[in-house]
Structures are given as C-alpha cells and as structure tokens.
C-alpha cells in the first residue's frame, strides 16, 4: 500500500474518533446525569393513580366542565403537579386557575354550581358572574411551618371573592364581618358548602394568615372545617 494512501486512511479514523467524541460531549449536555429527577422532569406514576386520575377526568368531561389535562410534572423538593388539570369553563368565570389534582377540581366546580351560585341567588337576590382566587400550585411550606402545603402538590386553592351580576363584590377580607347581615350569611353558607366537598375547609375563622380567604384542598383524611 503506497504511503499517501496510508495517510488517508490514518487522517480518515481521527476524523471519525474525533467526530464520535463530540457527540458523546453533545449527548451528555442534553441528557444530563442519568439518576435523580430534576425541577420540570416527569415523576413515576403508579398504574393505581393513572387509573384514579384517567376515571376522575371521565366524571369530570361528564359533567360538561371543561378542563384540559396537563403533563405529570416534579419540580422538586417535594413540589409536584400529578393527575393535575386547568379548568377552562365551569360554567361561571374563574380567576388565577393554575394546575389542580382532577379530585379537587371537580369538588370546586361543583361547589361553585351547586353551592356558591345558589346561595348568591336566593341570600344576595343576584346571580354569580365571577370568582375570583388567590391561585391553586404554589411549592411552598404552610404558613410558620417546615411541612409544604397541598398547594405545593396542586392540591389546594384560596378562594379570595364573588362578583355579582348587579355589580358588588363580596370579598373575605371586608366581607367574613361585615356590618351586612346577608352578606355575612353567603359567606358562611358557601363555607358550609365547601366543607362537605374538601376534605380541609380554613377560613377567616381558623387564623390570621386566612383573614382574607377561604382554603380548601383534599389532603390528609379531611374532616377538618373552619
């Protein structure tokens, strides 16, 4: 074999080596280390909640609401969105609607069907046109406490106000004591509501950091209502 050919040859290999260590580089930038699950990674989902998210989402387009169904998401330090949706239309406008756990959005909705727009008609004599929150995920811990909040796990939301269709606006805040009889009793009527849909219920009642909110969530064994 001639000397130029072997030099072709020689010079042809260090390409393809060279070549192949680049996209092994390449290849580790975008995979980034092979255990341990990262902010925004998607976290194991067992067959037994697939299951109880898939039949909850089949209640929940049964009754007409609509929602749409969002990726499995880990964002770390115990913060996750799993078996969650975003409510679209619950049949009245909804502010600040983030990703929820499927159990607990068909509990809101249907307090807001069944339990807000009634006692609006026949307390306040006007129909519910909005409800307004604070928000549903938030990873962060509950209030002077190390132990994260079922917002956290998108399984929890603050209701903060209701707008009516003759125009007031009942919020928590100035509404819970309010020197308005009526209002007072909404307030505490769709609280009642509430408590037989979630299994936590913590308004201006329960302390001061929920003096201008109602929370709700479905953790723990429930049977908590305040």
């Known amino acids: 074999m001639r000397a130029s050919r072997v030099i072709q040859i020689v010079s042809a290999k260090r390409r393809s080596i060279a070549a192949l ?51 499995d998401k880990s964002y770390g330090g115990g913060c996750s969105a799993i078996g969650a949706v975003k409510l679209t239309d619950i049949g009245v406008p909804t502010s600040n609607l983030g990703a929820m756990t499927c159990g607990l959005a068909a509990n809101f909705s249907a307090w807001a069907r069944y339990g807000v727009t009634p006692a609006a008609r026949l307390i306040l004599g006007s129909e519910l046109v909005k409800v307004e929150t604070f928000g549903t995920y938030n990873c962060r811990p509950i209030a002077g406490s190390s132990k994260l909040s079922e917002h956290a796990s998108s399984n929890a939301v603050d209701v903060a106000a209701f707008t009516l269709a003759d125009g007031r606006r009942i919020d928590i805040r100035a509404g ?7 209002v007072r009793e909404f307030l505490r009527v769709v609280r009642t509501s509430a408590c037989k849909r979630f299994r936590t219920v913590l308004s201006p009642d329960y302390n001061a950091a929920h003096h201008d909110h109602l929370h709700f969530d479905m953790g723990g064994k429930g049977g908590y209502c305040r």
Do not use: Y
């Open 176 to 182: 819970w004591n309010s020197n308005d009889e009526r």
């Open 21 to 71: 260590a680049i996209l092994s580089l390449l290849a580790g930038c975008s995979v980034g280390p092979k255990s341990g699950r990262r902010p925004g990674t998607t976290p194991h989902v067992s067959a037994a909640q697939a299951e109880e998210t898939r039949q909850c989402m089949g209640r929940l387009a049964s009754t007409g609401i609509m929602f749409e169904r969002l990726p």
